[in-house]
């Protein structure tokens, strides 16, 4: 996992421009010594590794810091927790924060995550289904999180194939709910991700129409509220820092990460060692 620091801040009017911004080097980091006691991190379903390690907690502990975690099905659900102030920083896909920041809230970016190489997100259908091209989905039900990543990846790839995201009929379902759907025949064709989708292909129970590689996307972040991250800069800072050593970790010893994460998200540890290469943590 590689971080790039980030300085761009969105604010509560929803405006990205430049003259909103915000750098977090400048006086916010003469704020070395935080008051905070309590950090409030979140995490997604799709599990994390520095949560399981307990990483931050071992680095916070000896400044009489605590931290408690708060698992989110989704980003968008993720960073509406943390505009309310129930979290202080979490991270998300590419899409929820500009559905967040159209919205009105006062986060900020603090790193962005690269993306992975892409076979972890697919379009597919059933392997019986008689539609054999995403053109084919035109005027069908496809089931998929709106808001979410999948949102990103749902429009880029059906403008590869002259439609728009008014061409089908979207099924606006949390994961969980999109997939029994697919699974039961009441939508056309599902946005997978692993590691689900790794196990269906494995099955021979899908075929996949198109999943995101060569999709261009900036990748994932973490995000603060703004209080957060400025007032606490060099908590942040520490944070931050065994994310990043995790995933130095993992790179290495992607095996015993897949073993510490896989019962976690309920999946077998080889089907977990794939998904962290799909992720291209390096």
């Known amino acids: 996992m590689s971080f790039t620091a980030l300085v761009s801040c969105g604010t509560n009017n929803g405006s990205t ?3 909103s911004n915000t750098t977090l080097s400048a006086n916010a980091t003469s704020n070395n010594k935080s008051s905070t006691k309590l950090v409030r991190l979140g995490y997604q379903v799709s599990g994390d590794l520095t949560h399981e ?4 907690e071992k680095r916070l502990a000896p400044e009489g810091i605590g931290v408690t975690w708060s698992q989110f099905v989704s980003g968008p659900p993720l960073l509406e927790a943390l505009n309310v102030g129930s979290i202080d920083l979490g991270p998300a896909g590419e899409t929820p924060p500009i559905f967040a920041q159209a919205a009105g809230t006062n986060l900020i970016y603090v ?9 972890g997100s697919a379009i597919v259908v059933l392997k019986d289904s008689p539609i054999q091209t995403l053109a084919g989905l035109k005027g069908k039900k496809i089931a998929y999180s709106r808001g979410t990543a999948q949102t990103f990846f749902v429009v880029k790839a059906f403008e590869e194939v002259g439609l728009k995201i008014s061409d089908i009929e979207s099924v606006n379902l949390p994961i969980a709910d999109g997939r029994a759907a697919f699974l039961n025949n009441t939508v056309d064709a599902f946005v997978e991700s ?13 075929r996949v129409l198109r999943d995101a590689q060569g999709i261009k996307t900036p990748g994932a972040y973490y995000l603060a509220s703004r209080d957060f991250a400025i007032n606490n800069s060099e908590l942040l800072k520490a944070i931050l820092s065994e994310y990043y050593q995790v995933g130095q970790w993992a790179n290495k010893n992607r095996r015993a990460a897949a073993e510490i994460l896989a019962p976690k998200v309920k999946t077998d540890v080889d089907t977990m060692e ?3 290469t799909r992720k291209n943590m390096t």
């Open 17 to 19: 421009g430049n003259n």
């Open 53 to 56: 390690k307990g990483a931050i």
């Open 111 to 119: 790193v962005n995550t690269p993306p992975g190489t892409g076979e």
């Open 194 to 206: 692993d590691p689900s989708l790794i196990k269906l292909q494995r099955e021979g129970t899908i």
């Open 274 to 276: 794939l998904a962290l």
